[in-house]
T-cell receptor, first 114, second 118 residues
Framework: KAGVTQTPRYLIKTRGQQVTLSCSPI?????VSWYQQTPGQGLQFLFE???????NKGNFPGRFSGRQFSNSRSEMNVSTLELGDSALYLC?????????????FGQGTRLTVV | AQTVTQSQPEMSVQEAETVTLSCTYD???????LFWYKQPPSRQMILVIR??????QNATENRFSVNFQKAAKSFSLKISDSQLGDAAMYFC???????????????FGTGTRLTIIP
């Protein structure tokens, strides 16, 4: 069974540009979450999607947005990039239900804003 | 709000020895899950072990076991017979169960960098 796939693995963007990151969850997983990891702030929750609907959102500005498609693949978009957006962006997929609480992570997208 | 605290930024252990990583958390909920994730240099977060709060028995997975003290809100990870491949960042994480079908976000600690000394 294929794991969570994130593309691209590495990205370099210029301040002010926008970027789109992609995440393909494990087959059958309908919940997709996004996390930002930085040395200063650690791992922070961005948002979660289930059945194409955003169910939870973390404390990030509106420049950070996402969506989920009918095949459960998800994208996140960051507009008007700032230097502080440089981070590892991790996507995780989950089944739902009491016995399926594990989040399975992709390898991440390393975004560098210059 | 839930918080997770890992007070040991770095730990080291001799190969084949045992090491314990500490984690405390704060929550007013009674139904939740706790996890230990490992993040090696490849950066992929790998689930090591999980504990369901309603279970009193401590979880074990081969060389990995936890000491879950619900009243004290403590969740430590013990790694026995440490191997070079265990070297990584270890994150403790909390997830509230909001319903039979709802999962809430993972709240992570700041991590403990584990070094294995050959």
């Amino acid at each position: 069974k294929a794991g969570v796939t994130q593309t691209p693995r590495y990205l370099i963007k210029t301040r002010g540009q926008q970027v789109t990151l992609s995440c393909s969850p494990i087959s059958g997983h309908r919940s997709v979450s996004w996390y930002q990891q930085t040395p200063g702030q650690g791992l922070q929750f961005l948002f979660e999607y289930f059945s194409e609907t955003q169910r939870n959102k973390g404390n990030f500005p509106g420049r950070f947005s996402g969506r989920q498609f009918s095949n459960s693949r998800s994208e996140m978009n960051v507009s008007t990039l700032e230097l502080g957006d440089s981070a590892l962006y991790l996507c995780a997929s989950s089944l739902l239900g009491r016995r399926n609480t594990e989040a399975f992570f992709g390898q991440g997208t390393r975004l560098t804003v210059v | 709000a839930q918080t997770v605290t890992q007070s040991q930024p770095e730990m080291s252990v001799q190969e084949a020895e045992t090491v314990t990583l500490s984690c405390t958390y704060d929550t007013s909920e009674s139904d939740y899950y706790l996890f230990w994730y490992k993040q090696p240099p490849s950066r992929q977060m790998i689930l090591v072990i999980r504990q369901e709060a309603y279970k009193q028995q401590n979880a074990t997975e081969n060389r990995f076991s936890v000491n879950f003290q619900k009243a004290a809100k403590s969740f430590s990870l013990k790694i026995s017979d440490s191997q070079l491949g265990d070297a990584a960042m270890y994150f403790c994480a909390y997830r509230r169960l909001i319903s039979n079908f709802g999962n809430e976000k993972l709240t992570f600690g700041t991590g403990t960098r584990l070094t294995i000394i050959p």
